[in-house]
């Protein structure tokens, strides 16, 4: 079955200290993965995806295939990174270009 | 990417009584979605709005209870029928990217039903 775990409802951190928010996933073929950021009272965004291999406001994630995850890291966590985030696959076995969101993480930092 | 608009923001309706939420793209997409996000849960797909054919409905979701229209390809609507307070949320709309399987979310409706 085609799943993503985010293990973590809430993740608290002081500013300064590195994040890690973890994400597995189970997809039998070849999934693209994503990172979903709603920061208070805004809308639901993209933050990153796998395939682009980027650093987004210094987050980075990387695919791991071997341990199916996509943990999404930043070394230095800022208040502004308190938010919600949301990890997420798609792919061509999903059908029809749909998107299967993980429950959540609530990212707290603290001053 | 999109700009997407849904109206109303949010309402409150009394039970028995339906609500149409509508999403509004600035350019045209192929791909259309539907959520709904409970309280506290994730994201939770009802539907996919096709242009010119019916919405194809997930598990759990059915059309007489969320009727939805996609006249064009900048447009939908959804309809929560006959409401409940069961059906109190925030309703997403989503577009997704025609070469590409990244979305894009309108600000979304938060319902409450008494």
């Known amino acids: 079955a085609q799943r993503v775990t985010q293990p973590e409802k809430l993740l608290s951190v002081f500013k300064g200290a590195p994040v890690e928010l973890k994400c597995n996933y189970s997809?039998?073929?070849?999934?693209?993965l994503f990172w979903y950021v709603q920061y208070s009272r805004q809308r639901l965004q993209l933050l990153l995806r796998?395939?682009s291999r980027e650093s987004i406001k210094g987050f980075t994630a990387d695919l791991n295939k071997g341990e199916t995850s996509f943990h999404l890291k930043k070394p230095f966590a800022q208040e502004e990174d308190s938010a919600m985030y949301y990890c997420?696959?798609?792919?061509?076995?999903?059908?029809?270009?749909?998107?299967?969101f993980g429950a959540g993480t609530r990212l707290f930092v603290k001053a | 990417s999109a700009v997407i608009s849904q109206k109303p923001s949010r309402d409150i309706c009394q039970r028995g009584t339906s609500l149409t939420i509508q999403c509004q793209v600035d350019?045209?997409?192929?791909?259309m979605f539907w959520y709904r996000q409970q309280p506290g849960q994730s994201l939770t797909l009802i539907a996919t709005?096709?242009?010119?054919?019916?919405?194809?409905?997930e598990s759990g979701f059915v059309i007489d209870k969320f009727p939805i229209s996609r006249p064009n390809l900048t447009f939908s609507t959804l309809t929560v029928s006959n409401m409940s307070p069961e059906d109190s949320s925030i309703y997403l709309c989503?577009?997704?990217?025609?070469?590409?399987?990244?979305?894009?979310f309108g600000p979304g409706t938060r319902l409450t039903v008494t």
């Open positions: 989503s577009v997704g990217g025609d070469t590409s399987y990244e979305q894009y």
């Open positions: 997809y039998s073929g070849s999934p693209e």
């Open positions: 796998h395939i």
């Open positions: 997420a696959l798609s792919g061509a076995d999903t059908g029809g270009f749909k998107t299967i």
């Open positions: 350019s045209q997409v192929t791909m």
């Open positions: 709005a096709n242009q010119g054919s019916e919405a194809t409905y």
